[in-house]
């Protein structure tokens, strides 16, 4: 106990101490458990959370059967607070009106009759307008209610008793599913197929400890009230079960509708589980303003009764695939259900269950309940059996027997004593009519005798032994699943199963950017910018004072830009992301994290089959696929292992099969390009040999062309092979001073 900081009381009231933290730890753990047992958690035996139980049970007592007419709900919610749940009529409404929406109910328990809301997210009408009753799939929750099948307790008010559970011959928590969220704890499970739980369920009576294997070849996945298409592997169902955590990725329907001289619309007719229709066709229509979906021209809400959004594209020569992967992308045309099964195990304890464990306590509890409707039974027939037996004592001796109801004082007494009768079957035949004593009647007592004594033969032998009880659990089941097998309209199963296609992802990353032409422009200082359009003349473009152009290229908005530093480091950057053309644009390193003792020396359109030749001031380098110079992250990508004061000095296209190299001391080597090795990063092999200094320039080019150079007043000098047989040579050999007529700054472009 802490130290207690409340001063001493001065006047006469009563004050006790008490430890804030103890106090506040105390009430915190009953609050939470109350969230816990009585709102966000369902039982695992009737998949039920209170709420829900509680407007079964009184929708049971107002007698609203499937056969029977419809009643107010406001009649419903009325009693439901008054008699149960004392919290407000509307939270008990909304719980109502989800257990009767088909698009969120996989099988209501609810049959709704009014308005009810609808899939794009509309609210119901308000209780005094709409009307309800029972469905078949709550009846079978409901069954054997009356006959002793589950436990009851009081009420809040302890004036009329509710029952802690329902008996359930149904398997609702995975049939409909269940979510929420308690204090530290929550739930989430999809909505499963009712003839494929069953089939499961009875082969784990069959076979009790049946691996998770075959249970999921029977429970393929979840089964949404929506429809879709989940398209994740097998593998990856099968941990989400074992495990009872998890997600499924949905994707809605869609279908190709021609629309003649070679064009095409795209239909989705099953949108994902919980997603509003309204809202996703608003984000869509969004993301089109905003020229995010380029590749979409126009979309339609064409639904009645059914759903219908037709997509159609920019123009005919899109790919329909492409299309729908960049809408998967950026909306809720694909979306991730996740799967937490955290349920109450009997009802008290909150655990994470695999899908073996669940249907084995779903099993248990049907098992229990089947028990104590066989016992309730068996006390019925031994009542009315002791009952028959006194009323047939009665005929043997009728007129005795009326002679002692007549004459003596105490006829209840005189019977007792003179027939051995039990104080039931005096009174029995103390309130038998006159009309029972027809001859007839005794034949219908001693055939109803006989039938009882056979019944309760059989649920005798029923109670003795464990395999027959199965058995009639498994017949039970099988009733079930004939109720909502696959032939049915309800029980036919809504979602697919698919995979996700193998699509160009690059392809799909283009379809959500706009095609435009722009120039990319690079100054000295480092500042970049894409002007649209490509430009023909670069010399009109405009630099802050002090600075000028560094490159400058055509690129379209749906290329990567890929700039290469001294530091041997690749960065990526969207060309569509870079700053417009009317200012002079922004500096590299607010786009990416570059070292600010490093400098940009290349920057190029990324050309994903083309070959890099990256070199080191010292003379060291290697090819690389341009395909794997890509940057992922604002860093970049280190390629080429520099150390200072060593930096990396040149990048340039590896074509032809023959490279030639210059250094500052403007010695030239040729050599073959094949003995430079290919590799993702390093330092790279000697290229050539210095005494003093490191590498100028480096070309690569077709023996059969020649090698070729541009002096300073722009024309291109070529010398073959054999004009340049001197300068040939091994790779990391000294080379010979450069031919006369190569460039005096001794670089290669002039």
Not at 20 to 25: G, I, R
């Amino acid at each position: 106990m802490g130290k207690n900081l409340i001063p001493p009381s001065s006047g006469g009231g009563n004050i006790e101490g008490v430890d804030l933290k103890s106090a506040l730890e105390e009430r915190y753990l009953a609050y939470a458990l109350s969230t816990i047992m009585g709102r966000a958690l369902p039982d695992v035996r009737d998949g039920l959370k209170p709420v829900h139980r509680r407007i079964l049970y009184v929708m049971r007592q107002l007698r609203l059967n499937p056969n029977e007419t419809f009643k107010k709900c406001a009649k419903i919610v009325g009693d439901v607070m008054g008699n149960f749940h004392p919290h407000g009529d509307q939270a008990i409404y909304d719980a109502l009106v989800r257990l009767a929406q088909d698009f969120a109910q996989r099988y209501p328990l609810v049959d709704g009759q009014g308005n009810f809301g609808n899939i794009d997210g509309d609210n119901a009408a308000a209780y005094r307008y709409t009307e309800a009753r029972l469905t078949e799939v709550a009846t079978l929750l409901l069954e054997g209610i009356d006959e002793d099948a589950v436990d009851f307790r009081l009420n809040y008010n302890e004036e009329e008793n509710e029952p802690v559970v329902l008996p359930g011959a149904f398997p609702n928590l995975l049939a409909n599913g269940s979510s929420g969220i308690a204090v530290g704890m929550a739930t989430n499970i999809p909505p499963h197929n009712a003839a494929e739980l069953c089939d499961a369920a009875i082969h784990l009576i069959k076979f009790p400890n049946a691996g998770m294997d075959k249970l999921v070849s029977y429970v393929q996945g979840p089964d949404f009230p929506t429809g879709g298409v989940i398209v994740d592997d097998q593998s990856t169902i099968l941990e989400a079960y074992k495990s009872g955590r998890g997600s499924f990725r949905v994707r809605a329907n869609w279908g190709k509708e021609d629309t003649g001289r070679g064009g095409y619309q795209i239909i989705v007719d099953e949108i994902p589980y919980q997603v509003q229709k309204s809202r996703l066709i608003e984000k869509i229509a969004e993301l089109m303003l905003n020229r995010r979906l380029p590749l979409l021209g126009d979309i339609r809400d064409e639904s009645a009764e059914e759903v219908r959004v037709v997509l159609e594209p920019k123009s005919r020569a899109v790919d329909p695939e492409i299309l729908m992967e960049s809408l998967y992308k950026l909306t809720e045309l694909e979306t991730r259900i996740s799967l937490n099964m955290n349920v109450l195990s009997g009802g008290k304890v909150p655990k994470v269950m695999s899908l073996r464990d669940v249907l084995r306590e779903w099993l248990d509890h049907r098992r229990d309940v089947l028990v104590r409707r066989s016992r309730y039974r068996l006390a019925q027939i031994e009542r009315r059996l002791e009952i028959l037996d006194g009323l047939l004592i009665a005929y043997l001796n009728i007129d005795e027997v009326i002679r002692i109801i007549r004459f003596e004082d105490e006829p209840k007494k005189k019977l007792i004593a003179k027939y051995e009768l039990t104080e039931l079957q005096v009174e029995s035949i103390l309130n038998m009519r006159l009309r029972s004593l027809a001859k007839l009647e005794e034949f219908e007592i001693s055939k109803e005798h006989g039938k009882l004594s056979e019944e309760k033969v059989q649920i005798e032998a029923l109670l003795a032994s464990e395999e027959q009880q199965w058995a009639v659990l498994r017949h039970d089941i099988g009733e079930v699943k004939k109720k909502f097998g696959e032939d049915t309209e309800l029980g036919r199963r809504r979602t697919k199963f698919s995979e996700a296609k193998e699509i160009d992802l690059e392809a799909v990353q283009e379809a959500m950017i706009e095609k435009e032409p722009v120039t990319v422009v690079l100054s000295e200082k480092g500042w970049i910018r894409a002007m649209k359009g490509h430009l023909a003349d670069f010399e009109t473009l405009a630099f802050k004072e002090g600075d000028r152009l560094n490159t400058a290229f055509h690129a379209e908005t749906t290329d990567k830009v890929i700039l290469f530093n001294t530091g041997g480091k690749f960065f990526t950057l969207g060309a569509d992301k870079l700053p417009g053309g009317r200012g002079h644009g922004e500096p590299v390193r607010v786009m990416v994290d570059m070292d600010n003792d490093t400098d940009i020396i290349a920057v190029f359109k990324l050309e994903p089959g083309r070959k890099l030749l990256v070199a080191s001031t010292l003379g060291n380098g290697f090819i690389v696929p341009e395909a794997e110079v890509v940057a992922n992250t604002r860093k970049g990508k280190q390629v080429l292992n520099v150390k200072q004061p060593v930096e990396a000095a040149l990048c340039v296209p590896a074509e032809g099969d023959t490279i030639a190299v210059v250094g500052e001391n403007r010695k030239l080597l040729i050599f073959p390009l094949s003995d430079i090795p290919e590799m993702t990063r390093g330092k790279g092999v000697r290229l050539q040999k210095y005494k003093d200094g490191g590498i100028k320039d480096v070309r690569t080019f077709r023996k059969e062309d020649g090698l070729t150079w541009e002096d300073s007043a722009d024309r291109t000098h070529t010398r073959s092979l054999g004009e340049l047989k001197e300068y040939v040579g091994e790779r990391a050999q000294a080379g010979r001073v450069a031919p006369k007529g190569f460039p005096k700054n001794g670089k290669f472009g002039g």
